[in-house]
C-alpha cells in the first residue's frame, strides 16, 4: 500500500536524494562514497547520519539545524524508500546521550523529535524481549 503525500510536489527519489546531499552538504561530498549512485539510500543516509552526528559531537549546532532541516525535507518530500532510509538509517542512529549532545534532540522538528521517541521506545522494547 502505497503511503499518501502530505504535498503534491514531486517525490525525491534516490538520484534526487544523492544530488541534494552532495550539492546541500558539499563537505560531505568528498567522503561520499562514489558507489552512492548505485547502493541503497541506507547507505547514503548512513552516510550523512555519520556526518549529523560528527556535527552533534562538536557542537556545531547551525550544521545540526541544516541537517536535521534537510533530513526533515526528505522525510515531506521523498519517495518511500527515502523515506524510510530516514527512518532506519538516519533518526534511528543518532544519539543524544550524554549532556554534551543532549542539545541536538531539542534542535528537531517535533515530528522528527517524536519520530526518534517512537524508534527509541521500540529498540528499547525489543531489547528487553531479548534478555527475556
Request: charged share 35%; proline share 4%.
Amino acid at each position: 500500500m502505497k503511503k499518501k503525500r502530505k504535498n503534491k510536489r514531486a517525490e525525491i527519489d534516490h538520484d534526487a536524494f544523492v544530488s541534494a546531499l552532495r550539492e546541500q552538504f558539499p563537505e560531505i561530498a568528498h567522503p561520499l562514497r562514489d558507489s552512492l549512485i548505485d547502493s541503497p539510500d541506507s547507505m547514503a543516509m548512513s552516510d550523512f547520519c555519520r556526518f549529523t552526528q560528527d556535527a552533534i559531537d562538536r557542537g556545531d549546532r547551525e550544521l545540526v539545524k541544516r541537517c536535521f532541516r534537510f533530513a526533515d525535507m526528505l522525510s515531506d518530500e521523498g519517495d518511500w524508500d527515502v523515506q524510510n532510509a530516514v527512518g532506519v538509517a538516519y533518526i534511528e542512529h543518532l544519539d543524544f546521550s550524554g549532556p554534551k549532545r543532549e542539545y541536538a534532540r531539542d534542535l528537531m522538528s517535533s515530528p522528527m523529535r517524536i519520530t526518534w521517541f517512537a524508534l527509541t521506545e521500540y529498540m528499547n522494547q525489543i531489547d528487553s524481549d531479548d534478555e527475556e
